[in-house]
């Protein structure tokens, strides 16, 4: 038989009058099981909800961080995005001044343009951030880009500055009389020679080149033409002004195939071959003049026999 317990209840309002409740043991066990449960399920809550919300205040704090960092590398995008632009600016640039060179045919310098310097590797570097502290590796990424992007700067300058000499360079030579006239020989050099007219000796100035009558006559640079027309002792004469104190004339042609404010480069074809004005037969009168003053063609001449 299980046992029971009693609980007497004393009103003091009413003087002398109880209440008895009786209560078995096995009520009374569970009862107290309950609250304890209750009492358990609290303290458990309490921590939980204590814990999540440290969890979450953490998180909200990431998610700050983690928008700070996704900024600083779109900006980090946007700074390589602007040197790989001013790369293939040098790129171009470097291509510009390797075909100048070329053309110039100086192997000297026709090697590749110098470079050099630290070099990064952005995925690798950032993989590495958990293994050191973000505030120095964005620090020194940022100094890193800095530096690339003057170092860039500089070598943008440089290659300007160089591309401007040789595109000067270049033009120079372009209007520097360096081919031949016109396919043939020499038949008078230039200087003192025994005129073929009047037997004395008098200063030749320029070459004679002997060639077929009716074949090209062609510009020795670029230039404009100044003179097309006939002139005493010349005949039909081409001149040429070429800048940088350049002048050259082509004389005793058959034929002009240009005229006077014409623009030609170097090797156009300007007259044929003849043998008008004081000629004894089908060839070229071709004088350069260097400021005004005569000088010797076959000096600038570089090209081998036309």
């Keep these: 038989m299980s046992k029971k317990f009693t609980i007497i209840f004393y009103e003091s309002s009413s003087f002398g ?3 008895t409740v009786m209560l078995s043991k096995n009520l009374i066990i569970g009862i107290f099981v309950f609250l304890s449960f209750v009492f358990m399920s609290s303290i458990i809550l309490f921590t939980l909800n204590h814990k999540y919300t440290k969890e979450i205040a953490s998180l909200k704090l990431l998610t700050g961080e983690n928008i700070d960092l996704m900024n600083q590398i779109s900006n980090y995008y946007d700074q390589l995005d602007k040197l790989n632009l001013k790369l293939a600016s040098l790129d171009k640039l470097e291509y510009k001044v390797r075909d100048f060179i070329s ?3 100086d192997e000297s310098v026709l090697r590749p343009v110098s470079v050099g310097g630290k070099e990064i590797d952005t995925m690798r570097d950032y993989y590495a951030v958990s ?13 890193s880009l800095d530096t690339i992007d003057d170092r860039i700067d ?3 300058d440089s290659l300007t500055e160089l591309t401007q000499y040789l595109e000067e360079k270049n033009f120079i030579m372009l209007s520097t ?7 043939g020989w020499v038949s008078s050099k230039f200087g003192f020679r025994t005129s073929p007219f009047s037997g004395r000796r008098v200063f030749h100035e320029g070459l004679d080149i002997a060639a077929r009558y009716g074949i090209d006559v062609r510009a020795t640079a670029k230039g404009v033409v100044v003179f097309s027309g006939t002139r005493t002792g010349y005949g039909y004469i081409v001149t040429i002004d070429h800048g940088y104190g350049y002048l050259t004339r082509y004389a005793h042609n058959s ?20 043998s008008s004005g004081n000629s004894t037969g089908p060839h070229v ?3 350069v003049l260097s400021n005004g003053i005569p000088v010797n063609p076959i000096k600038y001449i570089v090209e081998e026999g036309y």
Excluded at 131 to 143: A, G, P, T, V
Excluded at 256 to 274: R, S
């Design 177 to 183: 009389p360096t081919i031949w006239p016109t396919r």
């Design 154 to 156: 500089v070598h943008n």
């Design 285 to 287: 009168h071709y004088e």
């Design 17 to 19: 009058k109880t209440r």
């Design 103 to 105: 053309e110039s045919k």
């Design 255 to 274: 034929q002009l195939l240009v005229k006077v404010g014409d623009k030609v480069e170097k090797g156009t074809p300007i007259a044929k071959v003849g």
């Design 131 to 143: 293994d050191r502290r973000e505030k120095e590796f964005f620090s020194n990424l940022s100094s």
